[in-house]
């Protein structure tokens, strides 16, 4: 019984950490210097993962982290591309700074928030980073990554309506 309450706290700790990211990745998002928020949002999931790994007693290897994240998110090749092309349409003046701050912090938490809840399910899996395979767990990428989505919009509309 211990084993299993301590199951659940450290999956209610590892979440807990996955939205503090996300909202994290939000307001990197709202940064309006084109590319800087597309770096900071790469930082922040890059750190999510550093502390997941400690939540879950998995050494932390950033090379690797930084590969999985590519691998992962990269391997998706629109979604991937996404972040980086709204960050830079940030450059044309008014319109393209309006477009960025409404969709870059959406897609930027969406993202962090997916790459959270694979790395939670592949550690509770007993996974490590050497064991990582991003091909094993694309579809469920997928599905975190609308969940994000959701979960965002959800956080931005309480924003607006407070």
Known sequence: MTELMKTDNTIDTAQDLVKKSMYASMAAGLVPVPVFDFLAVSGIQLEMLRRLSHIYGVTFMEGKGKNALAALIGGSFPTSVTPLVVSLVKMVPIIGST???????????????????????????????????????????AEQLKEGKAVAAAVDTKKATA
């Open 99 to 141: 477009i960025g701050a409404i969709s870059l912090p959406l897609i930027s938490g969406a993202s962090t928030y997916a790459v959270g809840k694979v790395f939670i399910q592949h550690f509770e899996s007993g996974g490590t980073f050497l064991t990582f395979d991003p091909e094993k767990v694309r579809t469920y990428y």
